[in-house]
């Protein structure tokens, strides 16, 4: 008889199935399955690997995308409305012919956002290592992977070698407790973790999400939950897959097939922290009582249910300086009711909000309503898979209906990058992630929500609880 | 990578909170691919009185005379958080910064200068803000030492210890390639994706790259 093996955290077994040997002190080599390049950092990093003569040493497993400053207009080419971003276009497309990987191209029907194309496409699997210089990579955690972001350097390593040097994180358990109310989603969840442990509470974790809130989750709301990892400074968060994600991987373009498929899914079945695990540090959530979240200040822990007023500085969990920093940055002041505020704009995609189902839920509300006078309103489908697809159930209709525009996919106006951007001191209600100072345009005032608050919110022309249109319960 | 072992410089405070990479380098400044030419875009949306300008904005730190020569920047806690762009690390280098000194870094950030030759120090808000104090009255004389050999932060007669992974102590202190020294295991590399295949040949059983499109004329 062998003794009883000591219970093991997922990390544990991921950690362990991509050792290729310890560097000491807590760094080991780890086997890298899946890279991911985009044009904006992945460009450099090719370029730079190409230079110092090093080739990638396997390119089948190598994927980039057009996605940050790819235009969002239709028939767009290689020309940006960001000055001087056809040239990352360009360079990246010779790179990544040049080192033969996988590309979907500006017009290629399966590009879109990298963390919405990568699940789309069965790229990233259950159990395998993802790497992408990008901070939203964890989004693809969701999918029982260990993905995080890096900068160019470390990807040129990964290109290279196949592996990273990385300092084992410590693990934390994110458990969620009870039952999601109606209406709420897995983008309140993660804003109301971030609220209330802040924006440095997962500094040098792995995050693992569990629980039944997290279990009663379906894929795509699972990758917004793991989204927003990052704004929590965690190293990466991940879900343990079981039978829904590997229902959804089934028959993908780029996951396994046959026999191998069969062979993989047994494996993954192994992919759970075993009973008595024990964490670095665990915290418990209860959502049963949760509300539609927004954010009133300019970090993505400065967020508060949506029927709330502006907090004092004493309730902001954040320092005087900071406190108000923001609000003058928000032109706000402590107690004033966050549903009184009158937005600009309303925006609804980026790798945290863009799929399919988020689409759905706001076309939802849109249906027989139109956008408040005044109000600038943008839809940009996560892909272009995402994108036909509701064409296809007819929402593109129901968003121009409304008086949204329906855009081709891509990051868009997450983020300024000197092209588009929403104006000065404008007030945004948006379904991205990040609502730093001047993130989606200079001196724009970002507040971050659901699909569903920013498409009611479009409608009556200020930030609003959605359930106050849609007549539910509350 | 040039080696770090000892720097004496000035040190200049952006004490702020959560100090993003779009703040060290807005997204509007990173005009080519390119790990170079970037100094200019460096802190731009506080530096210049202008969005896109470059008259220098006489508020902002690094533009006052005082801290001319800054190589030490002290920060804010989540210093670096936000976008991965290691543009940002580039950009800090290429101004001549050496050392970042905060309460907590963001990983992605942290990492990034650890791979360029940037010492990023964790010490408590308090340490950081006793840095500032000291460094107030004079930056200029009143200048800072960081050795990295000793993991010891030296302003006047305070001394503050910092802890660093040897990792990334070895590589700053040596000014290693991580390539480089990676591929000094190729065998072990090598070794365990031949044991990976039996175990999961569906990580490796992608197909090749057919779906490369061709520019449009």
Known sequence: ?474 | MEPFRFLRAVAAPILRANVDTDAIIPSREMKSVSKTGLVDGLFAGWRYTEIGGREPNPEFVLNQPAYAGTKILLGGENFGCGSSREHAVWALHEYGIRVVIAPSFSPIFRGNCVRNGIVPVTLPAESVAQLAEFIAPDPQARQIDVDLEACQVRAGVHVYSFELESEAREMLLEGLDGIDLTLKHRADIDAFVVRDRLQRPWIYSLVTPTNVEKPRA
């Open chain 1, 1 to 474: 008889m062998t003794a009883p093996a000591t219970p093991r955290t997922l990390l544990d077994k991921l950690w362990t199935s991509h050792l290729v040997r310890e560097l000491g002190e807590g760094v080991a080599l780890i086997a890298i399955d899946r890279i991911f390049l985009h044009e904006r950092t992945g460009s450099v990093a090719l370029k730079s690997l190409k230079d110092t003569g090093r080739p990638v040493l396997d390119p089948s497993r190598v994927f980039c995308t057009m996605d940050h400053i790819v235009d969002t207009t239709p028939d767009r080419g290689d020309a940006t409305r960001m000055p001087g971003g056809t040239a990352f276009i360009v360079e990246t497309r010779e790179a990544a012919q040049a080192a033969g990987i996988h590309l979907f191209d500006v017009r290629d029907p399966l590009q879109g956002i990298v963390h919405v194309i990568s699940p789309e496409l069965g790229i990233v699997l259950p159990g395998a290592t993802v790497v992408c210089p990008d901070s939203h990579t964890c989004t693809q955690g969701a999918m029982g992977a260990f993905a995080w972001g890096i900068g160019s350097t470390e990807a040129e390593h990964a290109l290279a070698t196949g592996t990273l040097r990385v300092k084992r994180p410590k693990t934390m358990r994110v458990r969620f407790e009870g039952a999601l109310p109606e209406g709420v989603t897995a983008k309140d969840m993660t804003l109301a973790l971030i609220a209330a442990h802040g924006s440095v509470g997962g500094n040098g974790y792995a995050v693992e999400y569990a629980g039944p809130a997290v279990e009663a989750l379906e894929i795509e709301a699972r990758l917004t939950l793991c989204n927003m990892a990052t704004e929590f400074s965690a190293v990466t968060g991940f879900i343990a897959p079981d039978a829904k994600t590997f229902e959804y991987l089934r028959g993908r373009a780029h996951a396994p097939v046959g026999a191998e498929w069969e062979q993989a899914v047994e494996s993954w079945q192994a992919l759970r922290s075993d009973d008595g695990a024990v964490f670095d540090k665990e915290i418990v959530i209860d959502v049963s009582n949760l509300s539609p979240m927004i954010t009133w200040g300019t970090s993505p822990q400065h967020a508060v249910p949506i029927r709330a007023s502006v907090p004092a500085q004493a309730e902001s969990g954040t320092t005087a300086e900071a406190y108000s920093r923001a609000l003058q940055y928000m032109d706000l002041k402590p107690g004033v009711p966050l549903e009184s505020l009158k937005i600009d704009a309303a925006f609804i995609g980026s790798c945290t909000n863009s799929r399919l189902s988020d689409l759905r839920r706001a076309a939802h509300i849109l249906r027989g309503r139109r956008v408040a006078a005044g109000v600038r309103a943008i839809c940009v489908p996560g892909s272009m898979s995402v994108k036909k697809a509701a064409e296809a159930e007819g929402l593109d209709q129901v968003f121009r209906d409304a008086g949204f525009e329906w855009r081709e996919s891509g990051c868009s106006m997450c983020f300024f990058a000197g092209g588009e951007s929403f104006g000065k001191q404008e007030r945004v209600v948006s379904s991205t992630n990040r609502n730093f100072e001047s993130r989606q345009g200079p001196e724009t005032r970002s507040h971050l929500a659901s699909p569903e608050t920013v498409a009611a919110s479009a409608v009556v022309g200020h930030l609003v609880d959605f359930r106050r249109l849609t007549g539910e319960v509350i």
